[in-house]
């Protein structure tokens, strides 16, 4: 069983920054990919970015590409997504999720462990 802790959002002015983190508690997140995802007010959940558990190798959402950087330290079983250049339209709530890949394969759904989620507010 994997618990994961999202923290770092808040409310900040578009063009602005934040840092999301996502912990683990429980497990170490070694051999687990990680995904970060975002459900806006009225819409689906959408896939934002993922890292594999070596962080060797990332994907994006179209929509966040040179704007949004994940990483991990797998030390501190944390992941990261740092943003900037927020938007209004990136207000949502930011979700981690992890699963298991020992092969270390990256993807886009099926995620088995998810957090409870971090509001991120982009005022215009």
């Known amino acids: 069983q994997v618990q994961l802790v999202e923290s770092g959002g808040g409310l900040v002015q578009a063009g602005g920054s934040l840092r999301l983190s996502c912990v683990a508690s429980?497990?170490?997140?070694?051999?687990?990919?990680i995904g970060w995802f975002r459900q806006a007010p009225g819409k689906e959940r959408e896939f934002v970015a993922a890292?594999?558990?070596?962080?060797?190798?990332?994907d994006y959402a179209d929509f966040v590409k040179g704007r949004f950087t994940i990483s991990r330290d797998n030390a501190k079983n944390t992941c990261y997504l740092q943003m900037i250049g927020l938007k209004p339209e990136d207000t949502a709530v930011y979700y981690c999720?992890?699963?298991?890949?020992?092969?270390?394969?990256?993807?886009?759904?099926?995620?088995?462990?998810w957090g409870q989620g971090t509001q991120v507010t982009v005022s215009s």
């Open positions: 999720a992890a699963d298991w890949s020992l092969a270390g394969e990256i993807y886009r759904t099926d995620y088995t462990y």
């Open positions: 890292i594999n558990w070596s962080g060797d190798s990332t």
């Open positions: 429980r497990r170490t997140l070694y051999r687990y990919v």
